[in-house]
């Protein structure tokens, strides 16, 4: 494998960057060059996306794509597909593709075909259940931010007789509230844990079983209200649990939504909308396989992470989905990409000379606008905006939609355009301090502009143009974590957290703090009772 920074292509960049991408100015380019939209727009399985309002040309594309090719990536994607092991710290293949491929087109198409129609034909019976009025996923991570977002996406999919709730943090503020809510007799409770060890998960799901068989139910009745999705399926036996929808290492938990985790998507949304999920994000990675990278949407967006990151030096990117279904997926990206990506070690060990992951962040429009948007068109950082607009609601308020995608094409047209002093100075403020001198206020109120963004649309949130869209994400992820030389499939930094939270447990009740750093015996001390 060769590191992005050991090619020619990473030297060119540099060239081209201190040439040209420093100063390139996004009015003037689109003024020089009628084209630019066309050229630099592309249409991928469902998602268009509109990448002329970034601070690139078509050169800088080429660049990027010698980059690609001398990093070899169209041969380690196809490795990865084929199933090699790709995740070499933990020894393991890396194919939650194979989740959405139909059955002889992936590895392992039997094991994953044969839990897929358990799992659907199990969810159809829940649905069918008019008993079951609740269904609770109690799971963390991968385990709950991909359920979770795509549930919320596809609510209009949902059946409204049937509630669905997600429990993830150990803090009891979490569960108390969903639990005082509900009937043991009209409960499933879904247990999500790849592991079926993870700390929060196992106390909740302890919380739940307690307070079910406090409740009226009884030791025979788990089997109906309790199901596992897991890796480890004999753990789940041994809390109890006997219905249980397995899955394999070679699934990373932020990859895992397509997999039994996706259970609770499947009873809320039903066995053949689950399925269009999974078409969508296989159209994708189709596409992902076999487009060259100069029209490959996810492998352009991952160049474009890397351009940013480390020449243009931006830290951050924000994610602005126009639309409230996608609410949880500024959170769910936050995982993929920075759990991914947040390495500071190359495959070999090797310290980074570079920066890696950006800090992914965001809320859906129009709120984002009435919050943090001023930091964006008028603050010191340079922060690449990606907007989401979907052309068709699946509501009847017309006019509401209208305004929502006029205010989603005016901020990216304000990033890009912002406003000179001249502007600023020629208009009449009524808001405005009347005794402030024009001058100052005209340099308040001066938009540098030239901000960059990218615009994904969709033509309607579908279950498979869902499926689409977060498909291209992760192939985004693995493109910049690819070229970056790093393995964006373990997880090692969390591990540190966990071991020291295990030793600070006993000393909360025992107040033992030898040892300590001061900070943290001070803390605990306080904390205590
Ligand atoms: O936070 C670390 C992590 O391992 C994530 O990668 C994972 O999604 C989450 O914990 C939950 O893990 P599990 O599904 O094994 O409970």
Known sequence: MTRCDRTEAWSALAGHYEAHGRTLDLREAFARDASRFEALSLQAPEVFADLSKN?????????????????????RRDAMLAGAVANLTEGREVLHTALRAPLGAAPHGEPVHAVLAAMLAYAEQVRLDAQITDVVNIGIGGSDLGPQMVVAALESY????????FVSNVDGHDIAPVLAKLDPQRTLFIVASKTFTTQETMANAQVARAWFLAN?????????HFAATTTNVSAAAAFGITTTFGFWDWVGGRYSLWSAIGLPIAI??????FAALLDGAHAMDRHFAEAPVERNLPMLLGLVDVWY????????RSVAPYHQGLRRLPAYLQQLEMESNGKRVDLAGEPLPYATSPVVWGEPGTNGQHAYFQMLHQGTDVIPVEFIAVRRPTHAHAELHAKLLANCLAQSQALMLGKTAEAARSETVPTASATLDREVLARHRTFPGNRPSTTFVLDMLTPRALGALVAMYEHRVWTSGALWGINSFDQWGVELGKALASDLLPRLASGDTRGLDASTAGLLARLRG
Do not use: Y
């Open 216 to 224: 009226g139910g009884t030791v025979e009745e788990i089997a109906r």
């Open 55 to 75: 601070l690139l040309d078509t050169a800088t594309l080429h660049f990027l794509a010698d980059l690609a090719r001398e990093c070899e990536l169209p041969a």
């Open 158 to 165: 949902g059946d409204p007789g049937r509630r669905l709730h």
């Open 309 to 316: 990151r480390n020449f243009h030096g931006f830290a951050s």
């Open 268 to 273: 809320a949304i039903g066995a053949a909308n």
